[in-house]
């Protein structure tokens, strides 16, 4: 059974003037729950004895699991980002 991945928070720029009042920890935040989200749907898969989620679908949708996941976690830890489409953020 894999490991449950976290963000190395020694690899942000703690000097980055972020907009939106956004802080590194967002990022963090947002990365770990796409990382939580992939070994839950892998570690269910591979418990079936079935490929990971990586290797079953299309980089092109890999691609767009994790910008939607992104983009929505990073607007859910913000201070000032809202999702208002599936794949936007916006300023509230």
Not at 13 to 30: G, K
Not at 35 to 44: A, E, G, P, Q, T
Not at 55 to 83: C, E, F, N, Q, T
């Amino acid at each position: 059974m894999p490991e449950r991945a976290t963000p190395k928070t020694d690899g942000f720029n703690p000097s980055a003037v972020l907009p939106y009042q956004l802080r590194t920890e967002d990022f963090s935040l947002a990365l770990r729950d796409l990382y939580d989200f992939l070994f839950d749907v892998n570690s269910l898969l591979q418990s079936r004895d079935l490929s990971r989620l990586e290797d079953v679908v299309r980089p092109a949708v890999v691609s767009g699991i994790l910008s939607a996941m992104l983009s929505s976690s990073l607007a859910k830890h913000s201070r000032s980002l809202r999702l208002i489409s599936f794949t936007m953020a916006t300023l509230i």
